[in-house]
């Protein structure tokens, strides 16, 4: 059985940065999708960053672009997420989950079959 774990969520400032981890747990076929998700209270589950090992292809949200980046470590089984310049609209708690290679649709959360519990991030202006 597969099994996400966040790890690295916190409170900073403006302008910071943190790094989120998902560990991976069980089997995942090689070439699955691994992305993170946000949502904040009263707002949908959006996409923020997904990597796809078996195309290479990595996808961001239009807001994070240049400031996320997601990469994966094979060897650990982990799936993290740079964040830097953070800003008070990335306040959320941030979801991992693995899934298939939605191409442009990478986003859609039917895509994704497995989701970690979330690690909460929080920043301040």
């Known amino acids: 059985q597969v099994q996400l774990v966040e790890s690295g969520g916190g409170s900073v400032q403006a302008g910071g940065s943190l790094r989120l981890s998902c560990a991976v747990s069980?089997?995942?076929?090689?070439?699955?999708?691994m992305g993170w998700f946000r949502q904040a209270p009263g707002k949908k589950r959006e996409g923020v960053a997904a990597?796809?090992?078996?195309?290479?292809?990595?996808y961001y949200a239009d807001s994070v672009k240049g400031r996320f980046t997601i990469s994966q470590d094979n060897a650990k089984n982990t799936v993290s997420l740079q964040m830097n310049s953070l800003k008070p609209e990335d306040t959320a708690m941030y979801y991992c989950?693995?899934?298939?290679?939605?191409?442009?649709?990478?986003?859609?959360?039917?895509?994704?079959?497995?989701w970690g519990r979330g690690t909460q991030v929080t920043v301040s202006s």
């Open positions: 989950a693995a899934g298939t290679d939605g191409g442009r649709l990478w986003s859609l959360t039917s895509y994704y079959n497995y």
């Open positions: 069980g089997y995942i076929y090689s070439g699955a999708c």
């Open positions: 990597a796809c090992t078996g195309g290479g292809s990595t």
